[in-house]
């Protein structure tokens, strides 16, 4: 059995500290793997949505001020035979968060989705008009399908985003979206080997000047059908 990715959905809140509802993709069956990628604008927290797993949690701040910028969360759940919009809260009623999710079919039922690593990235270096930030690489067996990466950045109000116009070699943009204080962006990788992912470069721009200042990125892998063992296996990346 393959993993397919079945369907995407997006969600952006600006305001509201409880009941913050999360779009699933149309479709979700019994036993496919939903994963919601999540970010919250500065040091802003979101709750893991009920019947689900908490992967990953990342916050990025400033390199020169040392102020918060932005926290990434990956949560995960084996879809029953009936699946609701689930919902999160957060402790910020004006922070911004954006949610990207996708479910897969013909993930383990057990064990879908492991972390391959996560960090974050506020090395950027002051001038530059195309500055640029890294995925990290990881190491693989051997995998089913494609890597999907997927980022946040934050870059303290000054409404630096990602460039929805860039274009990266060997991948395909699956998701993205900007505002002014917390962006994602989903990319697939369009073919995969055994061996290692090279880390992904992300450059970024900004719609009045300001430039991003930062990201939190991690490294996803889904397992297929009953497999728990690391190999052949589907990767995604989240940053």
Known sequence: MAVVLEGTQTTSHTSGTTGLSI????????????????SS??????????GYTQLVSEMVAD???????CRMYVWWKVAGGSESNPTTASNSNTADKRFIVHRFSGTSTTAPIVSLGSGTDNSKSYPGSTPAFDIGSCELSSFDKAVFRVAACNDNGDEGTWDS?????GHTRRSILTGTEVGLISIQKDSVSAGSVDALTLHTISVDGGEVDGICYANLGLRVGTSTSGSNRMLMGVG
Do not use: K, R
């Open 23 to 38: 779009s699933l993709p149309s479709g979700v069956a019994e036993d496919d793997c939903v994963v919601i990628i999540a």
């Open 41 to 50: 604008e500065a040091s802003s927290t979101l709750s893991t949505p009920t």
């Open 63 to 69: 390199g020169f001020s040392g102020t918060d910028l």
């Open 165 to 169: 116009s860039q274009t990266f070699t």
